[in-house]
């Protein structure tokens, strides 16, 4: 329940898929526009490779499909108000504000 509320899986825009075929992608998040979460990808316990083909033995995967993976440290409580930003790879993919 406490991760799991209505439109809590927020999707920004897309990248460019070539970005997305290495191991090293920064992130971060911005809660009304301090960073509270700054990672990288290189930092995941398991890779990108792995992942599918572990996930994949369970589930038929099919392009599109998203994977969740977890997060850094800096999770905390969201409040209605609240501006999130999602920076990938220094540029702004996510923007939204908590009603």
Known sequence: I????????AIGKFMDKNLLRTNVIQ???????TVVQDGNTNDLIFNFDYLISYISNYFTLQTGDLIFTGTPAGV??????DH???IL???????????
């Open 89 to 99: 790879e220094g540029q702004k993919m996510l923007d939204c504000k908590i009603k």
């Open 2 to 9: 406490a991760k799991a509320f209505d439109y809590s899986a």
């Open 27 to 33: 992130f971060q998040l911005l809660k009304n526009g």
């Open 84 to 86: 999130y930003e999602g």
């Open 76 to 81: 905390g409580k969201i409040d209605t108000g």
